[in-house]
């Protein structure tokens, strides 16, 4: 229902943002290649608390999917939760 | 009998170390086993006095050790060295003793006494049982860091002895010059440890600088990097002596070379222990050593410690592999000698008839490795909008960490009372409503690539989606980084309650995409950076709710939080059904970072969104969990959330009468999450493990949830007040 031009816009916006995560990502990339962390300096990253996933808990998740008018983001979108 | 009850009692503690045993894969199916009971064996029987049974059990863990290939040289050596132990000590057969001693030197030259289990008896029955077995004699392990050099790869017996031949030319001694010449030798065909060994005997038959280089360098090409180091330093110091500047300087360079590539191991005592014995590779670490680098050679080092823990005797043990340049820690957790209780075990190998039987008890005896997590959730939600949702659910995990596989669901109901004021404002009365929300996911990894599936449901009674997904991730650069690309497709149904799908539904689809990678930054922290697009097609208006729509000229003089009695008498009499577009594309960009330090966890996440609907929102997420003690954890919670509204949100909709009728918006909601809003939330949260094996967590979490609505009728601001309490425990 929104005119085309509004939505070709939103998709080169997008389509920019990727870019920047793309170069930011690949950046990264790169400079984490200057300092490799090995194996045995990994105690600390693998405590429970320091999860690459979001820690809300199953409550919590779909609480913001209600009340907030966003949504995504959190590593695993789509999951079907049929909020109405 | 007695024999039998008194193994049945030695059953825990062969049990509990098989549970506690390292988890370094063996070289062999039964070394595990056997290793465990060989430890048990003399920290239980042996010590206790019992040295019947702690030979029956020992003879047990050599019929584990018939078959050539179920044990390792190094276990089966271990296995001799404690029944020589028990045969000498105990039972007081040398001679038996020496043969056991004898055999396990055969097994592994590089083989030692159990430090814990020595006696003079013992160590001479080892003496002899040294001297009249392998002839390879001097072993590639590595002296331990607190040793002198001089006792180092050059310390072993040479396997060729001094038998009074003359000097060579040139040289004092014939010892000096007979040993001298094997080194060489030695060196010539790469015998690095023999060279070493040689090289000393002559050494300290007649003290050169260049043999002492040469002990240096062959100690160097064995391995024993320590020892070498040391030996430069004496050759650069007895050089400078004797004003051998060329020696010097070289001895220097290597040595510069050589301690820029020795591993180091730093060990972290416990707290609150006392009678703390640590040991590397059978080397005693003084209690000053403990906490600060400790200078070792390359390869498996072995830390073994004990100490008593409010009064009980505790052990622990753990093997590190340490290469060139590395820094390996290891912190001592101490656990209780003898804890779980497995008594099948012993058993069935008394019992067996055969060996294959013997070997199915120790084949039954072994844990499967994976790691089960069960929970159960219930969260709990009440607003000032007189919204009310409990939400039980209960959730499981296996895991299989060395086949690299795992599986999961969950299943969620909520139970939804409502009595808002948009219910309200249509005349219904207030709702109770279930949901069900089964979901199921696993995952396989492919070498570096983990490939994981994933589907869920969702049920009402007037709504029903269907959702499957793929999320493919790979580990890069050492799991340094880790891209991944995820793909979900849902289709929803919606209806009304009460009425057949049949009669009236509408169906959404939705694809949604997610870009993510993970990057290690350094020890301490990890960046998370996410992009996903959600492409959904459909008519998601809710066939429920109606539209306030006011005329022309009343429309610009309604005011946000306009009360219910005063919309409801300028309002339209129509009731008019919302109306959304039919397609919908949400991006959200979001980065989230966690920071640990010595006790505590950093989460900051931040999430900026646009659609095609005209909604830009930012959320912004901060967690900073602090580890109060082992067992207790706890956290704050703050959260952000600001958005505008769609296009299309309007305080108060126009629709005017004209000759065909009412003329209404095409688009029109009153859903206050499609407009402008911020929202504040903040919350505490606590997790505490508890049981034997603090495998037990109850999580306990609460928020306090602000929203601001900007410009909506009826309300301008909500509290609501979350709650989730959660039961977790994870089995391996």
Known sequence: MLDDDTTSSLFVRAGRALLVVLVLGGGLLASTGCAPVAPYERGKLAHPTMTAADMSGFGESHLRAITEGAVGGSGGTGSGCGCN | ?732
């Open chain 2, 1 to 732: 009998m007695i024999r039998r009850l008194t193994q049945a009692l030695l059953a825990p503690l062969l049990a509990a170390a098989i549970a506690l045993a390292p988890a370094a894969a063996s070289a062999a199916p039964n070394d595990e086993e056997v290793e465990v009971l060989v430890q048990t064996v003399l920290e239980a029987s042996y010590k206790e006095g019992k040295y019947k049974e702690a030979l029956d059990t020992l003879n047990l863990a050599k019929q584990a050790c018939a078959k050539k290939s179920a044990c390792s040289s190094k276990v089966r050596a271990k296995l001799y060295v404690a029944l020589g132990t028990v045969l000498a000590g105990g039972m007081k057969k040398p001679s038996d003793a020496k043969a056991a001693f004898v055999t396990a030197i055969k097994e592994d030259p590089s083989i030692t006494l159990f430090p814990d289990f020595k006696s003079p008896e013992i160590e001479k029955v080892w003496g002899e049982a040294k001297g009249g077995g392998s002839s390879s004699g001097g072993g590639q392990d590595t002296k331990e860091p607190s040793a002198p050099a001089s006792s180092g790869g050059g310390g072993k017996k040479p396997k060729v002895t001094y038998d009074g031949q003359a000097p060579k030319r040139g040289w004092r001694t014939g010892e000096g010059s007979f040993y001298y010449e094997l080194a060489t030798k030695a060196e010539k065909e790469r015998e690095w440890a023999d060279c070493a060994t040689y090289g000393r005997a002559s050494y300290e038959a007649e003290d050169r600088t260049s043999t002492l280089f040469l002990v240096a360098a062959c100690e160097a090409r064995a391995g024993l990097w320590v020892e070498a180091v040391a030996d430069y330093e004496a050759t650069i110091e007895a050089a400078q002596r004797k004003n051998i500047r060329g020696t010097a300087a070289q001895a220097q360079a290597r040595a510069d070379e050589l301690r820029a590539k020795i591993p180091k191991l730093v060990i972290q005592k416990p707290a609150n222990v006392t009678d703390l014995k640590v040991r590397v590779n059978s080397a005693e670490i003084s209690a000053d050593q403990l906490g600060s680098e400790i200078l070792v050679n390359p390869g498996e080092r072995t830390v073994v410690a004990t100490g008593k823990v409010n009064g009980a005797e505790q052990s622990f043990e753990q093997t590190v592999n340490l290469g060139e340049g590395e820094t390996a820690t290891v912190e001592i957790k101490l656990v209780p000698k003898g804890k779980a209780i497995d008594r099948a075990l012993v058993k069935c190998m008394q019992d067996a008839q055969t060996q294959d039987q013997f070997d199915d008890c120790i084949a039954k005896s072994r844990k499967l490795p994976l790691n089960f997590k069960f929970g159960l959730e219930f969260s709990a939600y009440h607003d000032s909008d007189k919204v009310d949702v409990v939400s039980p659910t209960i959730f499981f995990n296996v895991e299989n960490p060395t086949g690299g596989w795992g599986f999961g669901g969950s299943f969620l109901v909520d139970v939804v009372t409502a009595a808002s004021t948009d219910i309200v404002a249509t005349a219904s009365p207030r709702w109770t409503e279930q949901r069900y929300v089964p979901a199921l996911g696993g995952h396989k990894k492919f070498g570096d690539v983990d490939v994981n599936l994933h589907t869920a449901m969702s049920i009402e009674p007037d709504y029903l989606a269907t959702s499957v997904g793929t999320t493919v991730a790979i580990d890069l650069k050492q799991k340094t980084v880790t891209p991944s690309f995820s793909y979900d497709f849902s289709y929803d149904i919606a209806g009304r309650s009460g009425t057949s799908y049949e009669v009236f539904s509408r169906r959404i689809q939705r694809h949604a995409l997610d870009f993510a990678s993970s990057f290690v930054l350094d020890k301490n922290s990890i960046l998370t950076t996410n992009f996903s697009v959600v492409v959904e097609s459909g008519d998601s208006s809710k066939p429920y709710r109606y539209i306030p729509t006011f005329g022309q000229d009343i429309a610009p003089r309604v005011l946000p939080g306009q009360s219910l009695a005063t919309v409801n008498f300028y309002r339209n009499p129509e009731r008019i059904l919302e109306q959304l577009p039919l397609s919908r594309q949400r991006f959200a960009l979001a980065g989230r970072y966690a920071r640990r330090f010595s006790s505590s966890t950093l989460r900051a996440e931040e999430r900026l969104y646009a659609d095609s609907w005209g909604l830009k929102a930012s959320t912004t997420d901060l967690r900073y969990l602090y580890d109060v003690s082992k067992n207790v954890r706890v956290w704050p919670h703050l959260r952000f959330h600001a958005q505008t509204g769609t296009s299309f949100w309007q305080l108060a909709y126009v629709a005017e009468r004209t000759p065909t009728g009412l003329q209404v918006p095409a688009l029109r909601t009153g859903d206050r999450e499609l407009g402008p809003l911020l929202g504040v939330t903040a919350g505490l949260g606590t997790r505490l493990a508890f049981g034997e094996a603090k495998n037990w967590g109850l999580i306990a979490s609460g928020d306090v949830i602000y929203t601001r609505f900007l410009n909506t009728l009826f309300i301008l601001q909500r509290f609501g007040y979350f709650g989730a309490l959660t039961l977790e425990v994870d089995v391996e």
